[in-house]
T-cell receptor
């Protein structure tokens, strides 16, 4: 079974800072998902990637398949980015395996 | 297009009771997955249904069951509730399954007393 580790567990940043959240996994995968969960519980899928890099607005996700590692970057962070960010991996037809999440607080 | 809906949003039950939760996927989506989220264990996969067939099942006891109807709506049932079943239950839908973007519902928050 894939083990998914995220770091850091908690992160506090000042508005405007560049933020990096890391995710590593133990077994080869076919796809990696980055999810965002706001207080109240709703989850939004930010990215799904299997190689390289994807960008959406101020968010950038990268993955290194050889090193079994992915990063989520937030540029020019804003208080509305405060949320829990969750990494999840998927192999073939198997269900998603989740990391424990990174709790981000961005202070104005 | 309407998003994934879950009912009820909040539920309080007592130990030993049973509960049924409902999930309506995005129109056209045939895959529905269910997840349990607790502070201690995080998000864990319960089961996935695709075209009315259970395609994958997580490591949960037999008290947890589910089904999917011909219109892709899905229900999950938990019998003989235990205190540890208190959690946020989320469903997610997609066209084909976990190998593509998942669209999550708002969740049902279950409290077992």
């Amino acid at each position: 079974k894939n083990e998914v580790e995220q770091s850091p567990q908690n992160l506090t940043a000042q508005e405007g800072e560049f933020i990096t959240i890391n995710c590593s996994y133990s077994v080869g995968i076919s796809a990696l998902h980055w999810l965002q969960q706001h207080p109240g519980g709703g989850i939004v899928s930010l990215f799904m990637l299997s190689s390289g890099k994807k960008k959406h607005g101020r968010l950038i996700a990268t993955i290194n398949i050889q090193e079994k590692h992915s990063s989520l970057h937030i540029t020019a962070s804003h208080p509305r980015d405060s949320a829990v960010y969750i990494c999840a991996v998927q192999s073939g037809n198997t269900p998603l395996v989740f990391g424990k999440g990174t709790r981000l607080s961005v202070i104005a | 297009k309407a998003g994934v809906t879950q009912t009820p949003r909040y539920l309080i039950k007592t130990r030993g009771q049973q509960v049924t939760l409902s999930c309506s996927p995005i129109s056209g989506h045939r895959s529905v997955s269910w997840y349990q989220q607790t502070p201690g264990q995080g998000l864990q996969f319960l089961f996935e249904y695709f075209s009315e067939t259970q395609r994958n099942k997580g490591n949960f006891p037999g008290r947890f069951s589910g089904r999917q109807f011909s219109n892709s709506r899905s229900e999950m049932n938990v019998s003989t509730l235990e205190l540890g079943d208190s959690a946020l239950y989320l469903c997610a839908s997609s066209f084909r399954g976990a190998e593509e973007t998942q669209y999550f519902g708002p969740g049902t928050r279950l409290l077992v007393l």
